[in-house]
Antibody, heavy 120, light 108 residues
Framework: EVQVLESGGGLVQPGGSLRLSCAAS????????MTWVRQAPGKGPEWVSS????????YYADSVKGRFTISRDNSKNTLYLQMSSLRGEDTAVYFC?????????????WGQGTLVTVSS | EIVLTQSPGTLSLSPGERATLSCRAS???????LAWYQHKPGQAPRLLIY???SRATGIPDRFSGSGSGTDFTLTISRLEPEDFAVYYC?????????FGGGTRVEIK
């Protein structure tokens, strides 16, 4: 069964850092682009960052560019999001999502998310 | 950035009724690069529809999508108890990919 499971969320002070992880199973991880999507309280989802299957190409929303870094370890079937210089507006549930090869751009499997709270 | 506006914000219906959800884009979404997702609290979001009208694997045929250009619709023909959830549309025609604000379908 295809599964993705996020971890690493928590409470962090403004200006702090946090690293999220997403463990994948049930599919050949290196064949698929992966994405982080976040959802702030009471808002719709927001695309944050994506990475190609081989990790060479990365993409970021303007709101996180220069502060967040997406990466992956295909030997460990794990996706990461290193977040630094965190702000209150980064408070959200962060989801890891898999992108199908056949239909680039959509997300055919999501995790349940991990909550990041930025507050003093 | 493409803005997706979903309406209504909340839909109060009874099981067995028909639900019609709307998603309007601020610019034309070509080739119907529009998807719909279902999200229940504490669960992973689930892909329902892509390409505006193609059902994802395992999605019951009571879910259907339609539309083109700037106006898209998700229809649930007969609501089952498990269909009460929040639904989001997403466009993947333009970068960045964007989502709508969601429609909550609640039990009346």
């Amino acid at each position: 069964e295809v599964q993705v499971l996020e971890s690493g969320g928590g409470l962090v002070q403004p200006g702090g850092s946090l690293r999220l992880s997403c463990a994948a199973s049930g599919f050949t991880f290196s064949n698929y682009a992966m994405t982080w999507v976040r959802q702030a309280p009471g808002k719709g989802p927001e695309w944050v960052s994506s990475i190609s299957g081989n990790g060479v190409s990365t993409y970021y929303a303007d709101s996180v560019k220069g502060r967040f870094t997406i990466s992956r370890d295909n030997s460990k079937n794990t996706l990461y999001l290193q977040m630094s210089s965190l702000r209150g507006e980064d408070t959200a549930v962060y989801f890891c999502a898999k992108e199908p090869v056949a239909v680039p751009g959509i997300f055919d499997r999501w995790g349940q998310g991990t909550l990041v709270t930025v507050s003093s | 950035e493409i803005v997706l506006t979903q309406s209504p914000g909340t839909l109060s219906l009874s099981p067995g009724e028909r639900a019609t959800l709307s998603c309007r884009a601020s610019q034309s979404v070509s080739s119907s690069y529009l998807a719909w997702y279902q999200h229940k609290p504490g669960q992973a979001p689930r892909l329902l529809i892509y390409g505006a009208s193609s059902r994802a694997t395992g999605i019951p045929d009571r879910f259907s999508g339609s539309g083109s250009g700037t106006d898209f619709t998700l229809t649930i023909s007969r609501l089952e108890p498990e269909d009460f959830a929040v639904y989001y549309c997403q466009q993947y025609n333009y970068s960045p990919r964007t989502f709508g604000g969601g429609t909550r379908v609640e039990i009346k």
